[in-house]
């Protein structure tokens, strides 16, 4: 039996005398439902492993947690950071991904508040195989996102200033998808399988 594509997330906060950042990941239903940590819902192939905020060790400074999970086709994963100075937050922002096996293998950094004795300048949050949404997108497939959290971090501008996005190998592009209206006017939207398939008779006996 195959060993399940995997994902790995690193999540945590730093805090210095005058400086702190905090980075979350969220599992995010397709249901509407609220959002969920990751490793509630997705299996875990080893145990977490955690490094010190600080360059000099120890937890007063905060700490990072790593998690490698097994991937779910289609999940959505939301990566949010948040950080601040002088308890006054001065950069936010959130970019969600969709999990796809074949899709480019994608790195997300999320852009830490400067400290000379931080572990990390730029925490690499997530790393894998995934397709990078629109808020529009993350809508369409049914999850919940409030209005006021699509202005507050998901702006474009925003997210460029919060995050690194590197990718680590060319994988299949996105399927194409069409949309479609329902007798009452409802749309969907429908993945168009681009590849022909073969057509098979089924024969009454």
Known sequence: MSTPS???IMYGSHTF???SSKVNLFYVPKDGSSRIFPSRILNKQASSSVVSGSSKGGTLHG????????????????????SSTKGRQYLGGAIALQLRDG????????RLSANPDATYAALPAFVGMADILTPQEVLDLGCSLRGGYIRNYMDEEEV?????VSILSKGTGKPPTVELSDCFGNKKKVVVDPVPRRRIRVRGK
């Open 63 to 82: 700490k990072w947690i790593t998690d490698t999970l097994d991937a779910e086709e289609g999940a959505v994963i939301l990566v949010q950071t948040v």
């Open 6 to 8: 995997a994902i790995m």
């Open 103 to 110: 899709a480019d293998l994608v790195k997300v950094e999320a």
């Open 17 to 19: 005398k005058t400086a």
């Open 160 to 164: 460029d200033e919060a995050f690194n």
